[in-house]
């Protein structure tokens, strides 16, 4: 079935460096997309979103690309920071769906190195 | 302004048992969603409901599971004559508008059926 998926399910980053989250999607009916943060024993925490008539956008230490050609969506993290440890989901809402039904993707997991 | 509550935040049941979960939207927010998240994967959607309406329960289990979010007071999720598979992490969240994209995630409760 169609689904939004993640390449890598770990990513180690020394502090300092940028991290670069991977997804990928199925379902070009998916106009809406959202990356969320996960720290352990908590809810996912909204970071930062994009909508499919954009490639691009930035917020403060993050930028969300997205290639509707290739159906791919990445997070980069700036000058990653041990705060910046947590599992990592991106979402997609379809333009078909009733409501605002969010299909999560598997995670990663960023583990940062002081 | 209060975030989404939830709770209890962890829950033990035995097999057999009810399990009700209950969410408290953020102030001004009239819709909520279930989701739910087994270890190590991306939540799954479940229900989304607006105040005495279900408008999509396309995620969740056709026995034992149902959900309320009546006129005055929290929504709940009940899971009746729980299994040890019903043994998950339960995220709510909330928005306030019907087409509006973010949606607001609780802190979870932890279910664990013995």
């Known amino acids: 079935g169609e689904s939004v998926g993640l390449h890598l399910p770990t990513l180690s980053v020394q502090e300092g460096d940028n991290s670069i989250i991977n997804c990928a999607y199925s379902?070009?009916?998916?106009?809406?997309f959202i990356w969320y943060k996960q720290e352990s024993g908590k809810g996912p925490q909204f970071i930062i979103d994009i909508r499919s008539n954009m490639d691009k956008r930035q917020g403060q230490r993050v930028t969300v690309l997205l290639n509707k050609t290739v159906k791919h969506l990445s997070l980069q993290i700036a000058a990653t920071q041990p705060g910046d440890s947590a599992v990592y989901f991106c979402?997609?809402?379809?333009?078909?769906?009733?409501?605002?039904?969010?299909?999560f993707g598997g995670g990663t997991r960023v583990l940062v190195k002081p | 302004n209060a975030g989404v509550m939830q709770n209890p935040r962890h829950l033990v049941r035995r097999r057999g048992q009810e399990a009700r979960l209950r969410c408290s939207p953020m102030?001004?927010?009239?819709?909520v969603y279930w989701y739910r998240q087994l270890p190590e994967e991306g939540l799954k959607f479940m229900v989304y409901l607006q105040k005495e309406n279900i408008i999509d329960e396309s995620g969740m289990p056709k026995e034992r599971f149902s959900a309320e979010f009546p006129k005055e007071g929290p929504s709940i999720l009940r899971i009746q004559q729980v299994v040890r598979g019903d043994s998950a992490a339960y995220f709510c969240a909330s928005s306030r508008l019907a087409g509006g994209n973010e949606q607001f995630f609780g802190p979870g409760t932890r279910l664990t059926v013995l």
């Open positions: 379902n070009s009916a998916s106009d809406y």
């Open positions: 102030k001004g927010h009239s819709h």
């Open positions: 979402a997609e809402k379809r333009r078909e769906a009733a409501g605002n039904k969010l299909t």
